[in-house]
Every structure is written in C-alpha cells, then in structure tokens.
C-alpha cells in the first residue's frame, strides 16, 4: 500500500473523510478476520457485557449479536501490530505528524438483521482536547454496503460549529437529528471492500443505521492524536477516573510512534463538556439510550 497521497490528504482537510480502498494487505487481513471472527465464537460462552464484549440485544450461544468487542488493541496483538505497521503509519503520520498516541481502540460487530445503529454525532463531544488533531480510523474488516448499516459522513462538517448533544439539558452523545445545522441530507455513506479503511476528523458529523445485511458488520477503529493534543478533564472518555500516574503511564503505553510531550498545544477549538452526564455512559450506545438521545434511525 502506498503513502497517503497528496490529493487523498486535500480531500481528508476538504471534507473531514477519505476513504482508502485496498488499503490492507492480504495476508494481514486474513489474520484479523480470523482472529475476530474467533472472538465473536467465544462470545457464544458470555452472557452479560463484560471487559471485552458489549452485547446486543438478543445475543445467545446458539446467535452471539454483539455490539462491539472492547479494547481489541489489549484483546489480541494481531491489532496492536497492525497499529503500528508501517501500513498504517504512512496513512495517518501526514494528517498527524511524527508524534501520535492511541486514545482508544473498539472494533464494532454490528449483528446481522439489525444490528443496533448509532446515532449522529462528533467524536469530539466525548473527548475534547486542547486542539482538534484527533482522528479515527475505521478498518473494515468484511465487505461493507449500503444493506449494513455503514459509515456515513457529513462533508465539511468538521469545520462548522460542534453542535449540541444535550437532551435535556443531560449529555446523550448524539446530535438531535432535527437541527437543520446537522445537514443530514448531505450524508455520504462510506462503503467498501474488506481491506479498506476510512479516515476521519474527530469533529466529523456521522453516524450509521442498523444492519441489515445478512452478516455481521465489521469495522476497527483506532483512535488517534497528536501527542500534544491532551484530553480537557471532565470528558467521559478512556481517561476518566486515572491518577496522573495513572494517566502518564497510559499516554506513555499508548504512543504509536514518537514520543509523548508534556507541552499541550493550545488551539482556538469550540469545546461543549460532556457533562452532566447520562446514568450510563459506558459505552456509546449506553449513553444514546440512557441519555434519550433522538433516533434519525428506526429499525425494521
């Protein structure tokens, strides 16, 4: 796989997305779709969510439905490797620069005939930052339609205002779907090829609709910024609750490659606190439903 390419970074700075197809190599991706798909088998054997498994509804042995599996990074090193490929670093080091660190790392597995959706949102409400150099990247790991509830980004909406995502008056990590300045109709859905992957800015408007394929929906994502971009206190994020020992050996551990400065760099960056926040904010779909967050999805 070649660099990211000049007018793949002039779209990326354009719309606050690109996607890169064929972007994995063949035989990584054959282990990270066997290494998944062994993990989602294992999950026949859990019955409650747990520290690597968020279940969906309706999960059972005999129909695992899973929602995401946690921290794959910490799940499995076939992730962390390819985390730290070249691959992969010759993709994100020109949007980021040579000092990158891992916030956060989930691998979504949307069930088949359903799989629950998540709504509307910016990255960036859960965790501001003292500058907006954050990203994701979302690898797919299974062929990716319209039927499967994919990705869809709003263009250029990481240059507009960070819009609310508040429900009365109580954080439920989604943008009501009813603000125009949402510009729904504009959505660009992001479909593809297992082996491709998608880039977008922290402050990108997306969402995804249920699955409706007839196969789980697999996508990988990495969290990531600039080693100077540190997480304003208060943000219902990974960090949450560390010490700075704690948060020190986190940022340390969690370097993809450079080095972790103690210099924050301070940009001019609209920042809403997530706070107060909803009775459950464990995991993006908790704080969804626990915070009443609106539906632009209804599932059939």
């Known amino acids: 796989m070649a660099p990211l390419t000049s007018q793949q970074k002039s779209d990326y700075e354009r719309d606050g997305f690109v996607l890169i197809e064929n972007a994995v190599p063949v035989e990584i991706l054959s282990r990270l779709q066997a290494v998944t798909l062994d993990l989602i088998h294992q999950s026949r054997e859990v019955t409650q969510n747990s520290d690597v498994y968020d279940l969906d509804t309706g999960h059972c042995k005999a129909t695992p439905r899973l929602n995401r599996i946690k921290t794959p990074h910490d799940v499995h090193p076939v992730y962390k490797e390819f985390l730290h490929s070249v691959t992969l670093l010759e993709l994100i080091k ?54 499967d ?106 370097m993809v490659c450079g080095e972790q400065s103690i210099a924050a760099r301070l940009s001019d960056v609209p920042v809403l606190m997530p706070l107060p926040p909803p009775t459950d904010a464990t995991s993006i779909f908790k704080t969804q439903s626990s915070g009443g967050a609106k539906s632009a999805f209804s599932q059939t």
């Open 94 to 147: 020109p949007l980021l620069g040579e000092n990158i660190r891992l916030n956060n790392s989930k691998l979504n597995t949307k069930a088949a005939q359903g799989g629950a959706p998540v709504e509307w949102h910016q990255d960036w409400s859960f965790y501001p930052h003292t500058n907006d150099d954050l990203l994701a990247v979302g690898v797919m790991l299974s062929d990716i339609g319209e039927e």
């Open 149 to 254: 509830g994919p990705l869809q980004m709003i263009p250029g909406s990481h240059r507009e205002p960070v819009l609310s995502h508040f429900n009365d008056g109580v954080f439920c990590g989604a943008i009501n779907p009813e603000d125009k300045a949402a510009r729904l109709s504009d959505a660009v859905s992001i479909t593809g090829q297992a082996g491709s992957l998608s880039i977008h800015h922290v402050r990108t408007t997306h969402g995804s609709a249920p699955n409706m394929g007839d196969n789980p929906r697999l996508l990988l994502l990495y969290e990531l910024s600039a080693a100077d971009a540190w997480p304003i206190s208060g943000a219902l994020s990974v960090f949450t609750g560390m010490n700075q020992h704690e948060l020190w050996d986190y940022f340390n551990k969690n």
